[in-house]
């Protein structure tokens, strides 16, 4: 395994998907994979001497579609994310998203169990997982976990949340422009919030070799919206997310937004041939872009937002039977974890 490291050069931002006109207020939001696919192609085309056109798609050889592929398929180019890291006198840290059944009992983290109890869940009945405790019980407020800490709670010990401190979100005014000039529209005044990153940025995972040769050619990319720089490079990653656990009650914690027939879960409410018992933090978001190349909106998807917890009826054979239930599976959609988790 591989991380790929993307680390603005200045402020960058991923608009939330909503129209946007004079006088809106956009929010930046933690990205999807997309982005981070389309600045690396348009990278690489433009390191190979394809001409790009605004609202054109580009003239590839067979070659380069193969490698490059399109808003349907990755070709060779495989990436899976984006999390966040920081980076301090040379030491990194690799933060995911942290599990929802996480809470608060006495200032220890918890993960909730799972009882008999039945609820709704869309149109599924599954089990309750709940919080057994009434007192000294409060909410995690940290929305990520760091590598080292998610490794011990995959061993069933102590563990902690932590929020990454190298980023903050801004607010900037900007005016539109009129299409093929640089003046300003009359009445295009706009604000939208950015990330500032101090001392780290996003980084992707990768297992594919061809993707490591190929952008480790690369200096860096123009990442979301308004392009900003952002330097690029690759390093070994020495972690192994579908390493089983030792207990015989097994979850997934979704790392990536997932894309499921039936809503928060695929339409046969299992992955594969494992039942799903309980579903915990499965949360709506919303997952679309524009399409440069031909000057339109991209589909626009409910998905399933990182951090959501599936308690399942048994293991899983092979960690495909997961990721393939997820549309946009190709581009890292439904990359998961396993952790444990008691009865109740």
């Not at 981070?36 to 003239?59: C, E, I, N, W």
């Not at 994310?81 to 840290?93: A, S």
């Not at 706009?190 to 996003?202: M, T």
């Not at 695929?266 to 579903?279: H, K, N």
Request: include cysteine.
């Amino acid at each position: 395994m591989y991380a790929v490291y993307f680390e603005p050069e200045e402020w960058v931002s991923f608009r939330e998907a909503r129209r946007f006109g004079a006088g809106d207020v956009a929010r930046t939001t933690l990205p999807t994979a997309l982005p981070f696919y389309g600045a690396v192609r348009t990278a690489l085309m433009a390191k190979k001497g394809v001409h790009l056109d605004y609202h054109k798609q580009p003239s590839l050889s067979e070659d380069l579609k193969e490698l490059l592929g399109d808003e349907n398929h990755p070709g060779k180019i495989k990436l899976y994310g984006p999390f966040v890291f920081t980076q301090c006198n040379g030491v990194k840290k690799h933060f995911f998203p942290a599990p929802k059944n996480v809470y608060l009992k006495e200032g220890t983290y918890k993960l909730m169990p799972c009882s008999s109890f039945k609820t709704k869940v869309g149109d599924f009945e599954l089990d309750l997982a709940w919080i057994p405790d009434v007192k000294n019980v409060d909410e995690a407020e940290e929305q990520y976990i760091e590598l080292d800490e998610l490794k011990k709670l995959k061993r069933g010990e102590s563990f902690k949340l932590e929020n990454p401190s190298n980023f903050e979100v801004e607010s900037r005014t900007g005016i539109a422009l009129e299409k093929a000039s640089k003046r300003g529209q009359e009445g295009m005044l706009y604000s939208v919030s950015v990330y500032r990153f101090k001392n780290g940025g996003f980084f992707m995972l990768t297992d594919s070799e061809d993707t490591v040769n190929e952008i480790s050619k690369l200096d860096g990319v123009f990442l979301g919206s308004k392009q900003r720089w952002a330097r690029v490079w690759v390093e070994k990653f020495s972690f192994d997310f579908f390493e089983d656990v030792s207990s015989e009650n097994v979850a997934l914690l979704l790392l990536t937004p997932a894309i499921y027939s039936g809503g928060f879960v695929p339409r046969t409410g299992r992955f594969g041939s494992v039942e799903i018992r309980a579903v915990v933090g499965a949360r709506k978001m919303v997952v679309s872009g524009w399409d440069i190349a031909n000057g339109h909106p991209k589909t626009m998807y409910h998905a399933v937002s990182p951090g959501a917890v599936y308690y399942l009826r048994g293991k899983l054979k092979d960690p495909k039977e997961v990721m393939s239930e997820s549309f946009l599976n190709q581009f890292g959609f439904g990359l998961f974890t396993y952790i444990p988790y008691e009865n109740f």
